[in-house]
């Protein structure tokens, strides 16, 4: 069975840009979170999303967001580029909601500059 | 506000037991207590979740007090491959709903 895949792996854009990055679950799944790496932070809970409805929701401002498809696959949108928003972004898939198991996928390594 | 606290780091030498708690106040009284692997490059790995009291499997144990505000992972005889960083996950309610909060990670480090 494929893994949760995540594109593209890195990107670099200029403050004040948008971008968005792509998750495709594992097979089946329904949920899929997405999550913010950084050395500082941590790893940090921005959203999930269930059945193409976000179900919870993290502390990140409204330049954050995303969407989920009927197929599962998701995506992520941070607007007005910040140097701060540098960071490993993961997404997770899992049968049921988040709580339960989560497979995680390798990240896509975003770079503002 | 839910908050977790974890060590940063811990050593230890082959084949020793390692355990590894992370300390939770004010989680969600019905969710799950979760437990992730992450090595350098990858995304975190589950490992072990429980809700109270202990839960074994296959590479781990997972201790939970009655009082829910701790959790421990217990790794058995560890390998240099164990070597990474462990993050606890609970659930915690806020305003949107429920926050899924991870600890800020305790690096093992094993050496032979």
């Known amino acids: 069975k494929a893994g949760v895949t995540q594109t593209p792996r890195y990107l670099i854009k200029t403050r004040g840009q948008q971008v968005t990055l792509s998750c495709s679950p594992i097979s089946g799944h329904r949920s899929v979170s997405w999550y913010q790496q950084t050395p500082g932070q941590g790893l940090q809970f921005l959203f999930e999303y269930f059945s193409e409805t976000q179900r919870n929701k993290g502390n990140f401002p409204g330049r954050f967001s995303g969407r989920q498809f009927s197929n599962s696959r998701s995506e992520m949108n941070v607007s007005t580029l910040e140097l701060g928003d540098s960071a490993l972004y993961l997404c997770?898939?899992?049968?049921?909601?988040?709580?339960?198991?989560?497979?995680f996928g390798p990240g896509t390594r975003l770079t503002v500059t | 506000l839910a908050k977790t606290t974890q060590p940063i780091s811990m050593d230890s030498y082959e084949g020793q037991e390692v355990n590894i708690t992370c300390s939770h106040n004010?989680?969600?009284?019905?969710?799950?207590i979760t437990w992730y692997q992450q090595f350098p490059s990858q995304g975190p790995r589950f490992i072990i979740q429980?809700?109270?009291t202990k839960v074994t499997n296959e590479v781990a144990s997972l201790f939970i007090p009655a009082d829910r505000k701790s959790s421990t992972l217990s790794l058995p005889r560890v390998s240099l491959s164990d070597t990474a960083v462990y993050y606890c996950l609970v659930a915690a309610g806020n305003q949107a709903g429920t926050a899924l909060i991870f600890g800020k990670g305790t690096t093992l480090s094993v050496s032979s």
């Open positions: 429980g809700y109270k």
């Open positions: 997770a898939s899992s049968l049921q909601l988040a709580k339960s198991e989560q497979y």
């Open positions: 004010n989680i969600a009284t019905n969710d799950y």
